[in-house]
């Protein structure tokens, strides 16, 4: 059984600090990673993706993946309260992506 | 101006109904999936379609249907046959090389 697993949260941070947010997957044949933001009633929209082992940066976010540990990780600089959200992470396995149930953030002013 | 439409935003379905969910894509995709996701759970894949006129089922197939006979199009039927189809219902593409899955808006079903 294909798994990914993010701790559900809620993850409470103060405005302008880091946020980390971590997610597991127990396939190592996963080939990317991808990190979306879903508001309350809204649809997933794509935050960031990442392929090789280490970070990559956009903005005030910065993904980290370590394939050896079959962890990917997003940081969240400034953090700012429109950032709260749920973050969800997926992973691709072949042509489908398999989806952590999501981490929801709440980051206080 | 590119993207993905769903519509209806809202829908209302008698129990016995069959009704149809629209997906429609402009960023010339070839692959296109049905997503459903309940309060507390993550996405469920029900259908995906990765090229014109071919589909396969996802992980929660019973009780819905879907066709593609044109690359920009992909329609979800829910049946009669699916016991618990209130939820919200989410349509993505993705494209060959990035394989990146972008979503449209979703459309809420209610069964009253």
């Known amino acids: 059984q294909k798994e990914v697993e993010q701790n559900s949260g809620p993850l409470s941070v103060p405005e302008g600090a880091i946020a980390s947010l971590n997610c597991t997957y127990s396939d190592r044949g996963s080939q990317s990673f991808f990190w979306y933001r879903q508001y309350s009633g809204k649809s997933p929209e794509l935050i960031m993706f990442i392929y090789s082992n280490g970070d990559k940066e956009d903005g005030r976010f910065t993904a980290q993946l370590n394939k050896a540990s079959q962890y990917v990780s997003l940081l969240i600089r400034d953090s700012q309260p429109s950032d709260s959200a749920t973050y969800l992470c997926?992973?691709?396995?072949?042509?489908?992506?398999?989806w952590g149930l999501g981490t929801s953030l709440a980051v206080n002013p | 101006d590119g993207g993905i439409t769903q519509s209806p935003k809202y829908l209302f379905r008698k129990e016995g109904q069959n009704v149809t969910l629209s997906c429609e894509q402009n960023?010339?995709?070839?692959?296109m999936y049905w997503y459903r996701q309940d309060p507390g759970q993550g996405l469920r894949l029900i259908y995906y379609?990765?090229?014109?006129?071919?589909?396969q089922k996802g992980d929660i197939a019973e009780g819905y249907s879907v066709s593609r006979e044109k690359k920009e199009s992909f329609p979800l039927t829910v049946t009669s046959a699916q016991k618990n189809p209130t939820a919200f219902y989410l349509c993505?593409?993705?494209?060959?090389?990035?394989?990146?899955?972008?979503f449209g808006p979703g459309t809420r079903l209610t069964v009253l």
């Open positions: 997926a992973v691709r396995v072949n042509r489908k992506l398999i």
């Open positions: 379609s990765q090229i014109v006129n071919d589909f």
């Open positions: 993505a593409s993705s494209d060959r090389v990035s394989d990146t899955q972008y």
């Open positions: 960023l010339n995709h070839d692959a």
